[in-house]
């Protein structure tokens, strides 16, 4: 390319890097509760992925490192209270339950325990459950809640009901864990299918609103489609598919976790990669044939990038097979879905010519581009 395309590019970047809003993919924000009603108190135990919690109360990092100390917990717990006790909403008889913070307590590698209680006057038989902090927290934000029920069991667990709960939907009944018979369950029975299905649609909308992953599967397919190499793609989707699957079970099971730190710039990185060797394969011939062997690698770092959103919440390890299945069937959905968008577009561009004489490598720049960019901006935030 001359000077002046050299030019433009490094144009295009400055200004993206200065101007652009970061674009992680990973901001799908997802948490969990265990409430209880019993003795005329409402006990909730809430995880939050620390960085959702910092969302609520943006002071609570006070030296800004990423992390949570012990003295910056402790500072926030005021408004830690007042941003979350305050709206745990719960009615009994007709009357307002008393909120509050009893304590608040780092989980995981990146999570942030929560445990609210709501006083009642009297021993009321069910209670009316509002998680008013919906409001704050950011939007599209999933919560998956268990309403414990009934009296405990052989393996000393009580019985209870699960919710998928969001924005929309945040309300629900709470029967004491002594009432007797005739008191409606927590929940309707569907709940369990609810759930489900919502970790499944939860994986289609990581990866449907995951601007990096999209952007390096479309570097990934660009080049075989552009020239119709129909056997590469499915090499190259495979391998990235099976890496990404073994890294997710890997970190949500946590028997080894990279730092975020290093798993979202390498994820730019990836893109920065593919849109260099689409370049350099059509300054060839045109070809990149063993791309699956640097696309599996690739897909095992895009994996550790998806766990993040199973991992910071701390599901309980009986609970994660399921869940780890239906989510990562979710993401699989969700990519087969930008696939069947992005082909068809890909293969018009392809019968015009335009696609495989110019397009490729415009688009590729243009990846490897935003790549950079988020790199650079990922570097900047760590």
Request: aromatic share 8%; proline share 4%.
């Amino acid at each position: 390319m001359n000077r002046s395309v050299w030019l433009a590019c490094f144009a295009a970047f400055v200004a993206a890097l200065l101007f652009a809003p970061r674009a992680p993919a990973h901001e799908l924000g997802l948490s969990r509760g265990e409430y209880a009603l019993e003795g005329g108190v409402v006990t909730a135990q809430l995880t939050f992925a620390w960085r959702d919690v910092a969302f609520v109360v943006p002071t609570i990092d006070a030296n800004r490192d990423g992390s949570l100390s012990a003295d910056e917990l402790a500072s926030a717990r005021a408004t830690l209270g007042t941003a979350f006790a305050a709206r745990l909403l719960v009615r009994a008889d007709g009357a307002t339950c008393l909120s509050t913070l009893a304590d608040a307590a780092p989980v995981e590698e990146d999570g942030l325990r929560l445990t609210l209680r709501a006083r009642c006057d009297g021993s009321p038989r069910t209670a009316a459950v509002e998680l008013g902090f919906f409001g704050l927290l950011p939007f599209g934000h999933r919560h998956l809640a268990h309403l414990a029920a009934g009296e405990k069991g052989a393996s000393g667990a009580r019985g209870g009901s699960d919710l998928l709960l969001s924005r929309t939907q945040r309300s629900f009944t709470l029967a004491s864990t002594s009432a007797g018979p005739g008191v409606a369950p927590s929940s309707p029975s569907s709940s369990s299918w609810q759930r489900r299905l919502g970790l499944f649609g939860l994986g289609v909308e990581h990866i449907l609103t995951g601007y990096d992953h999209l952007a390096f599967l479309l570097g990934l397919v660009l080049l075989g489609a552009a020239r119709g190499r129909l056997r590469q793609l499915l090499l190259v989707v495979t391998a990235f598919t099976v890496g990404h699957s073994i890294s997710l079970a890997i970190a949500t099971f946590g028997l080894w976790t990279p730092s975020a730190r290093l798993v979202e710039p390498a994820i730019a990185l990836s893109i920065v990669y593919v849109g260099v060797e689409n370049v350099v394969a059509c300054s060839r011939d045109g070809e990149a044939p063993h791309r699956w062997r640097l696309t599996f690698p690739f897909g095992l770092v895009h994996g550790f990038g998806f766990a993040t959103v199973l991992r910071e919440i701390g599901l309980p390890r009986a609970e994660l097979p399921g869940a780890l299945a239906r989510f990562n069937l979710g993401v699989e959905v969700g990519q087969l879905a930008a696939l069947a968008v992005a082909l068809p577009l890909v293969h018009l561009a392809r019968r015009r010519g335009w696609l495989r004489e110019r397009g490729t490598v415009v688009l590729s720049l243009a990846l490897a581009l935003a790549g950079l960019v988020w790199f650079v901006r990922r570097l900047l935030v760590a």
